[in-house]
């Protein structure tokens, strides 16, 4: 419950995080949903949100942008895979 201290106190939050590196360790790639709101000069911009697709190996990251309506459809894709150290970007609306 909120509020009580963590059991197994300094010990249970090392063997934790002992077993979130190891499960990490065996991700190969995953897709989730990101989601992301800046603060500029006090004001909350509009929310971003993106589906977002990671690879281990080669590396590589695709994010295609779904909200707010001026990004949706905007997609930058980067692989490792390519030796131009270069991303691959479409920008949003009619192209």
Known sequence: P????????????????ADARGALG????YTCTFTRQE???????AEQVAELKVRSSPAGVYARFAR?????????????????????YRPAGLA
Do not use: F, Q
Request: net charge positive; charged share 30%; proline share 4%.
């Open 2 to 17: 909120k509020g009580e201290p963590l059991r197994g106190g300094l010990d249970g939050l090392v063997a934790m995080l």
């Open 26 to 29: 065996k991700t190969r790639d």
């Open 39 to 45: 603060s500029v000069k006090g004001a909350l911009s």
């Open 68 to 88: 707010p309506d001026a990004v949706a459809g905007m997609e930058v894709a980067y692989s490792a895979a390519r030796k131009t150290l270069k991303m691959r």
